[in-house]
């Protein structure tokens, strides 16, 4: 079946601009997370759902960045009025099940560069 | 907060060799869980292998396999018999559920990187 699909691939955008990256997780899928990874460090938690229902947004860096899940599959994160500091490979990554470790799957990601 | 240390940034191994990889953590939880993700030149996220914290016996997968030490807080993957394949970032993870939530949020290591030489 199909993964965890993210678009665009690539997107260049220039200083100021506002961007919107989309997710389309695993179907079935109850959770979905973005989370955010600079070049040769690790990914870093953004926010997550439960269904539709914004559950945390604590890792997102600030009031530019927003998210949402309307209808509880395919989800857009947001970023306004870009700055070179949001360059970056933004990845997305559904699971299952609540209340369980179970493997959270990750999309191809979205790599923003910001000029 | 919780916090993953990968101490070695880059590890190369000869083809058909044994490696490991380290990962020390903190965490106030009693029961958790560990992974380690797989990230190739492809750029994907591929999830290795993973441990309960309850569990003793270390995880196997194939020619992966982990050293868990509950007590010193450690978390090390062996790779048996190295291949070219294997070539990549590789990011031990710790799972953080909050109080009352359904689900977790991942806290990663700055990654380890695997070359496989020939």
């Known amino acids: 079946g199909a993964g965890v699909s993210q678009s665009p691939r690539y997107k260049v955008t220039k200083r100021g601009q506002d961007v919107a990256l989309r997710c389309d997780p695993i179907s079935g899928h109850v959770s979905l997370y973005w989370y955010r990874q600079a070049l040769g460090q690790g990914p870093e938690f953004l926010t997550y759902f439960n269904y539709e229902a914004q559950q945390d947004k604590s890792g997102l860096p600030n009031d530019r960045f927003s998210a949402e899940r309307p209808e509880g599959s395919i989800s857009t994160l947001t970023i306004q009025r870009t700055e070179q500091r949001d360059s970056a490979m933004y990845r997305c990554?559904?699971?299952?099940?609540?209340?369980?470790?179970?493997?959270?799957?990750f999309g191809p990601g979205t790599r923003l560069t910001v000029l | 907060a919780q916090t993953v240390t990968q101490s070695q940034p880059e590890m190369s191994v000869q083809e058909a060799e044994t490696v490991t990889l380290s990962c020390t953590y903190d965490?106030?939880?009693?029961?958790?869980?560990l992974f380690w993700y797989k990230q190739p030149p492809s750029r994907q996220m591929i999830l290795v292998i993973r441990?309960?914290?309850?569990?003793?016996q270390n995880a196997t997968e194939n020619r992966f396999s982990v050293n868990f030490q509950k007590a010193a807080k450690s978390f090390s993957l062996k790779i048996s018999d190295s291949q070219l394949g294997d070539t990549a970032m590789y990011f031990c993870a710790l799972p953080q559920r909050p109080s009352g939530a359904g689900s977790y949020q991942l806290t990663f290591g700055k990654g380890t990187k695997l070359s496989v030489i020939p």
């Open positions: 965490t106030s939880e009693n029961n958790y869980y």
């Open positions: 441990q309960e914290a309850y569990k003793q």
């Open positions: 990554a559904s699971s299952l099940e609540l209340f369980s470790y179970n493997e959270q799957f």
